[in-house]
């Protein structure tokens, strides 16, 4: 099969073209023609060394599949073969407490698909039969890659973790990122008042053709003020990834009693913490990663009926990823890029 491997670790020229021998099912798997894959910040984090930098090379990323089923494992129903289908990126054992109590995100053997094993930068892709969910079929390919790893980062955040309510402000970072632009929908699908943060006035604007109801530039000097000044003294919930760069700010724009859901750093991870803002002010603070599989078929029935909706900004083939990953690092794309795999690429 024709795939873009990471070779090393650092910038995107670290990404090539190679040819692999096609995977093979094993029991109780399937193997997706890949049709769309998406990518995510986590691509970049484990590409630089920043994830997992004890990863054996080369290595396949991409956690945001969909395709079709073409190949069964032993004990996998056969009606499954010629399925559309998305991929839930989580892999876990299935048999530990966590899993069977539906925490499966905490198994001592989570892993994710194109960080931990190989991804969806190729032709084929084996997964459990467990991972599969039907392409919704509203969705293009393109579409549904873009759903799985941002909607339930941002379902756990905003829903399992914040718990927003009708009414509540929820201070939504990085607006125009794929976990930033599904938070801003979820939080609106359970009647919260969204204020989007962002880099550019033209991510704002998208972000209020989405539903936010007030816009604020966190370039600018004193951002956090204007979020305390638009919300009455602070936002009740806040969803961040900014990481280093914004963390005081967020902690500022949180007005007291508050809550934030922190699901990554993509500014840096050594960040300072004035203590005083979190016991003084009873700032509760939440880390979060992925969500469990459950999680993404509530997601998917949402999507299903035109009430969450993945926001591609940017569609490229499997060739160009090395591409796709300068326009993440650039902020220079509001949504998901997304790389098509088809047989254009042989």
Excluded at 253 to 275: D, E, K, W
Excluded at 313 to 321: I, M, T
Aim: charged content about 20%.
């Amino acid at each position: 099969m024709q795939a873009v491997v990471m070779n090393a670790r650092g910038g995107p020229g670290v990404l090539g073209p190679a040819t692999l021998p096609d995977p093979e099912p094993g029991p109780g798997e399937v193997r997706v023609r890949v049709r769309a894959v998406a990518l995510n910040h986590l691509d970049v984090w484990v590409r630089k060394g920043a994830a997992s930098p004890e990863l054996p090379l080369p290595h396949v990323l991409g956690s945001d599949v969909s395709g079709v089923v073409d190949a069964l494992g032993p004990g996998v129903e056969a009606d499954l073969l010629g399925r559309e289908v998305v991929l839930n990126p989580g892999l876990s054992c299935g048999r530990c407490e966590a899993c069977l109590a539906g925490r499966d995100n905490l198994c001592g053997e989570y892993r994710i698909l194109g960080e931990h094993v190989w991804g969806g930068y190729a032709e084929y892709v084996v997964v459990p039969q467990a991972n599969l969910l039907p392409k919704p079929a509203n969705l293009s390919f393109e579409e549904a890659a873009a759903v799985p790893l941002v909607f339930l980062t941002a379902w756990q955040m905003v829903v399992d973790k914040l718990k927003v309510r009708p009414g509540e402000w929820l201070l939504v970072m990085a607006a125009g990122s794929g976990v930033g632009s599904a938070a801003l929908q979820i939080g609106r699908l359970f009647g919260a008042r969204v204020l989007a943060a962002a880099g550019s006035e033209e991510k704002l604007e998208r972000a209020r053709a989405l539903g936010a109801e007030q816009t604020v530039n966190y370039r600018e000097p004193g951002w956090h003020r204007r979020v305390r000044e638009l919300t009455g003294g602070g936002a009740h919930a806040v969803a961040d990834h900014t990481g280093a760069e914004f963390w005081e700010g967020v902690l500022k724009a949180t007005r007291n009693g508050g809550r934030i859901a922190l699901v990554g750093a993509s500014s840096g991870y050594l960040a300072q913490t004035p203590l005083a803002h979190v016991f003084y002010r009873q700032l509760t603070i939440y880390g979060s990663t992925m969500g469990s599989k459950a999680r993404l078929f509530e997601v998917m029935r949402h999507v299903q009926a035109g009430a969450l909706r993945p926001v591609v900004g940017r569609v490229l083939p499997l060739a160009e990823a090395a591409r796709g990953h300068a326009l993440l690092e650039d902020r220079a794309v509001f949504g998901k890029v997304v790389l098509t795999v088809g047989d254009d690429q042989r």
